[in-house]
């Protein structure tokens, strides 16, 4: 009962319960998105094509949110793409958490490690990650998982340099000193002691670096160096829609308020996860 009070409080607010259910429809359609639609995200008709939203003079119930350059069903890769893009999100906060949260408790549990580890940090911090991610994606290419690589690849700072300073502080705790004192090995004080205390601020990190993520590859994709053009996702659409701005607005339109949509909800609910596992901070 204790638990559900405490998520009762940091989920009073009614903002909260906003995100939760935005953010849950979009999941839904990411995992359900061939039984939502009754068309496939490539399918073509060139015989529609830039076909308004239904409610707008020329539309048709047959595609709500209208038809691209190339026919295809705005609603049906909007729902594709979900799937696309936020796979993009997750995975690569995943790859990123997991190598920024090994190097951050190597930095700061073992000295000669750290100088190392943080000077490597820090030359990556010098170059904007937007930056860094096009020079790499311009000499690996685009593609799927590369775009999860390069995306975990140039996150992972700021796991490190968070997950470094709590080390920092923990290892100095009491129980700490009294586990090295009768000889317990530095591996498993890491993974037994200070790991579990370090989880509640790794989810909170994770949460913005998923938002993060999903706008990276949107903008990647947007400059078509991101997931090829043949797989649906959010930054792909509005890289199609950017020559139809003035006589098909709905091709851009719509999928940058999916982006704003889910990127909102999940940096609201980043603050309400951060509030609950470590309302020290707040």
């Known amino acids: 009962m204790g638990i559900i009070k405490k998520i009762r409080k940091y989920m009073g607010s009614y903002i909260a319960w906003i995100a939760l ?3 849950a429809i979009f999941i839904l359609f990411s995992l359900f998105a061939p039984l939502l639609t009754a068309y496939k995200p490539n399918d073509q008709n060139l015989m529609e094509r ?5 409610w707008v003079n020329g539309g048709t119930l047959r595609h709500i949110l209208g038809t691209d350059e190339l026919g295809r069903d705005i609603y049906t890769r909007l729902v594709y793409g979900s799937r696309t893009s936020m796979s993009v999100g997750v995975l690569a906060a995943l790859l990123s958490g ?3 949260i090994t190097l951050g408790l190597l930095s700061g549990y073992f000295p000669k490690a750290d100088g190392v580890i943080m000077r490597v940090a820090d030359i990556q911090l010098a170059f904007p990650s937007i930056l860094l991610a096009l020079s790499i994606v311009a000499v690996l290419g685009g593609g799927f998982m590369k775009l999860i690589l390069v995306l975990g690849i140039t996150a992972w700072v700021s796991y490190a340099r968070v997950i470094r300073s709590e080390v920092l502080s923990i290892k100095t705790s009491d129980y700490i000193l009294a586990a090295q004192t009768v000889g317990v090995g530095e591996t498993r004080i890491m993974v037994k002691h200070i790991f579990p205390n370090i989880i509640a601020r790794a989810v909170t990190i994770s949460t913005f670096q998923v ?4 706008i990276a590859e949107s903008s990647l994709s947007f400059l078509g160096l991101g997931i090829p053009p043949t ?3 959010w930054g792909n659409m509005l890289y ?3 020559l139809y701005m003035n006589s098909a607005w709905w091709i851009s339109l719509f999928p940058g308020i999916c982006i704003m949509l889910v990127v ?4 609201l609910l980043g603050d309400v996860l951060r509030d609950y596992l470590a309302p020290k901070s707040r």
Do not use: F, R, V
């Open 240 to 242: 199609a829609g950017q």
């Open 231 to 233: 797989i649906p996702t």
């Open 50 to 54: 830039l076909k308004p939203p239904a």
């Open 21 to 23: 259910t935005i953010l």
């Open 211 to 214: 938002a993060t993520a999903i």
């Open 264 to 267: 909102l909800s999940i940096n």
């Open 98 to 100: 997991g190598i920024g």
